[in-house]
């Protein structure tokens, strides 16, 4: 419950690396859903090409046109929804590297290849990260 001393708006923030393992599949869903936004109307049809365009020349755009906010929260009873903002970019990625390890300090949570959700230790923690407009 929310008290003259603490805020009623939360920042979410959540940080994820994707392996992009069938470039041509997450452009052809990327190409379905402009599609589908055409005939919603949600996308005006003059800015078809403009998004097509952007999707096929880069995967991570793809990506991010298929990747929604709204979707994360929408479920999530007792709250709505008030500003998202997201991007994509390609990422040099190394897991062995030690500059992508989860520190005791970070605020991070990991996911194993078969989806347990919890830290090396195996203390769940929240997810926390960073984001910006997309």
Do not use: C, N
Request: hydrophobic share 35%.
């Amino acid at each position: 419950m929310s008290t003259p001393e603490t805020s009623r708006f939360v920042r979410l923030s959540v940080e994820l690396v994707l392996e992009i393992e069938d470039e041509d599949a997450v452009i052809g869903a990327a190409r379905s859903r402009i599609a589908e936004h055409i005939e919603d109307g949600e996308l005006d049809p003059a800015e078809r090409a403009h998004a097509e365009g952007a999707v096929t020349e880069d995967t991570a755009e793809a990506l991010a046109y298929l990747v929604d906010p709204f979707d994360l929260v929408g479920e999530v009873p007792g709250v709505e929804l008030q500003q998202a903002s997201w991007s994509s970019e390609p990422i040099a990625y190394d897991p062995d590297s030690p500059d992508w390890e989860f520190g005791e300090d970070d605020d991070h949570e990991e996911v194993d290849e078969e989806g347990d959700e919890g830290d090396e230790d195996g203390d769940d923690e929240k997810v926390g990260g960073a984001g910006h407009s997309g």
